[in-house]
């Protein structure tokens, strides 16, 4: 095993995303748990060769006995390795393509002709997301989202597939084109923040909100209103006209203080993590077509997806 494969090994069983650019150089998503240990970070670029890593300089030279080696090195001492996930399909083939793309369309295209067929390999991207809520009373939420890499869209139909893999896969196809993990990453995180805000505000009980904010500023409207009361009083001095002003602004302050605390203990804040990440490899059928639709054709590309029996 050469140290490249065994340190992107390595990220894979912390949890890791890896997507191999171009020779020797890598781009690596790593979960939160490990970011102190990489100087607060999640995303690297590593170059496993010299003239690579001078060619990028935002990449780290991973050699050996090189800081960032050692690093993930210690953290495999108490990590057990494991393999990319390679998804097993019943079959690498598909009947029907015209059929299947012209339901796709809802009847949009006229006339469709097959080109060209062959397998290929797609990637979807499943992230595991930790969300914390922090309010009078503390939990956690863990979701998984998954992004298929070749639309850059988030798939909900594979959720709940049965899913075998394999360390290796049997065959060895082309890949398909996929978009960069960073943004499978940032189109996942982004949903997983809605989903956060909406159990926020579910645990929330609005009517308790709304009265405790409605108690405190009845509350200290009346003392201000008490406070200025004071300063109609005949001879009063400018010392105490002023300690009486700013007896208002400490009011104010105080309320608004309170006031934030209430939605701090009735609302919880969150904090939304990257617990666990992985890259599932399932066969498609790359399918090419010539398309005419008034007298007007063009080629476009489809892709069946052999583990669902879909067009993606």
């Keep these: 095993m050469n140290l490249q494969h065994m340190i ?3 990220i894979a069983a912390m949890g890791g995303i890896t997507e191999a650019t171009e020779y020797a150089l890598a781009h690596v998503l790593l979960p939160e748990a490990y970011k102190e240990r990489f100087q607060g970070r999640t995303e690297l670029v590593l170059a496993f060769d010299y003239e690579v890593a001078e060619e ?10 090189s800081e960032i080696t050692e690093e993930f090195l210690d953290i495999a001492l108490n990590t057990p390795l494991s393999d990319s996930r390679f998804v097993i399909v019943d079959r690498v083939e598909v009947y029907g393509a015209k059929e299947r793309i012209k339901r796709m369309s809802n009847g949009g295209m006229h006339e469709i002709n097959v080109l060209s067929e062959r397998p290929v390999m797609g990637m979807w991207a499943m992230f595991t997301f930790r969300a914390r809520f922090v309010s009078s009373e503390s939990f956690e939420e863990e979701r998984r989202v998954y992004i298929n890499m070749l639309t850059g869209e988030q798939d909900v139909e594979i959720e709940s597939a049965h899913i075998f893999f394999e360390s290796e896969p049997t065959k060895k196809y082309p890949y398909a084109p996929a978009c960069s993990i960073s943004d499978a990453y940032k189109r ?12 926020a505000k579910s645990v929330a009980n609005p009517s308790k909100v709304r009265f405790e904010t409605e108690r405190i500023m009845n509350y200290y409207e009346e003392l201000i209103i008490e406070n200025n009361r004071r300063l109609t009083r005949k001879g009063i001095t400018p010392e105490r006209e002023e ?6 602004k400490n009011l ?11 939605q701090e203990n009735l609302i919880p804040t969150y904090t939304v993590e990257l617990a666990h990440g992985i890259t599932l490899h399932i066969p498609l059928i790359e399918i090419v077509c010539g398309i005419t639709n008034r007298n007007e054709t ?3 590309t489809f892709y069946y997806d052999c583990l669902l029996k879909r067009v993606v």
């Design 8 to 10: 992107l090994e390595i």
């Design 56 to 65: 990028h300089p935002e990449a780290e030279f991973v050699t050996f006995g």
């Design 188 to 199: 996942a995180k982004k949903y997983m923040r809605g989903i956060a805000d909406i159990i």
């Design 243 to 248: 300690d009486i002003r700013q007896k208002h």
């Design 252 to 262: 104010e302050l105080e309320m608004d203080r309170q006031l934030r605390e209430i």
């Design 298 to 300: 063009m080629e476009r």
